[in-house]
């Protein structure tokens, strides 16, 4: 009878690209970071074109500095990066921007209404009794019962197909994919007559 050898764990094989074994994201960070940095440089020196945004769009997207480990006992690496807080701040501050200042703003009335339509003040009757200043719950069921009247009149402004798409990108925070002329026309709308 044949006593079958004791296997040793196989080490996973670097990839080979990427020979120091570091996870691939990190390193497309690393790497994306680094030709930021020569390109800012590059751009100060003057020895290439800024083709980059400048004015209100490039100084309204909130930019993170992290910190990634990229092994113990090592000096962690500072990446840099955009953060965006819906898909409407990414459609319009992209390079070629795809949406205008006006439907942008529209955009994120409606989505603030959305938000605040969907909070309610709880409905929990206190045994203690209540004093000093309100709690506010009363105050918040009023912006959300108002929030949704909004919502209502704008949606009443628009085809269904509009509405969909434009509770699906600004509300729920959908990508539009191939109905973004559709979500050009119902924010222009929203702008003009909301």
């Not at 105050?139 to 704008?154: F, K, Q």
Request: include cysteine; charge should be positive.
């Amino acid at each position: 009878m044949a006593v079958p050898h004791s296997r040793t764990p196989v080490a996973p094989t670097p990839a080979r690209n990427n020979p120091d074994g570091v996870p691939h994201r990190i390193a497309a960070l690393l790497r994306a970071d680094r030709r930021a940095r020569l390109l800012a440089r590059d751009i100060a020196a003057g020895r290439k074109p800024d083709m980059g945004t400048d004015g209100p769009a490039a100084s309204a997207r909130v930019v993170e500095t992290v910190q990634i480990d990229m092994a113990p006992r090592t000096r962690p690496h500072t990446v840099r990066r955009f953060s965006d807080t819906c898909t409407l701040d990414r459609l319009f501050h992209r390079v070629n921007a795809a949406l205008t200042a006006d439907q942008h703003a529209a955009g994120l009335r409606f989505r603030a209404c959305w938000l605040r339509s969907t909070r309610h003040g709880g409905l929990v009757q206190r045994y203690t009794p209540h004093t000093g200043s309100g709690s506010g719950t009363l105050e918040d069921t009023e912006a959300s019962v108002h929030a949704r009247r909004a919502i209502d009149r704008a949606l009443s402004l628009l085809t269904p197909a509009r509405a969909r798409v434009v509770c699906a990108v600004c509300g729920m925070d959908e990508n539009p994919g191939t109905r973004i002329r559709t979500l050009h026309t119902a924010l222009d709308i929203l702008h003009e007559r909301w």
